[in-house]
């Protein structure tokens, strides 16, 4: 229900600090040039999942990410199926088993 383009300023400053702590030469123009960029991701279908969604697309990237991997092309392992809600419910469900 966030919207993340409303952390873009926050963002902005985060990254030019770290280039400022670094003594690199960047701007504060230069910094606002950086395309900001928003994925679609999965979202909650309610305010319990959260651990379970962080918990289930670590364990999704573990398994499906190649060994060298490189941004080009990025995110060529993860295409717009390979998150589904079954297969979180089914990773909830082993977790429960777990207790």
């Known amino acids: ?15 030019l600090d770290i280039y400022k702590t670094g003594d690199r030469p960047e701007t504060k ?5 950086i395309p900001f960029l928003v994925p679609k991701v999965p979202q909650q279908r309610d305010g319990n999942e959260c651990g ?6 670590i364990n999704l990237f573990l398994k499906q990410a190649p060994d060298n ?9 993860m295409k717009k199926d390979w998150f ?11 977790l429960n088993s777990l207790n």
């Open 1 to 15: 229900m966030a919207n993340p383009r409303r952390l873009e300023p926050e963002i902005r400053r985060f990254v």
């Open 29 to 33: 123009h230069i910094v606002s040039q």
């Open 52 to 57: 379970f969604f962080v918990l289930y697309f």
């Open 69 to 77: 991997f490189s941004m080009e092309g990025y995110p060529y392992f």
């Open 84 to 94: 589904s809600f079954d297969g979180l419910d089914r990773f909830h469900e082993g």
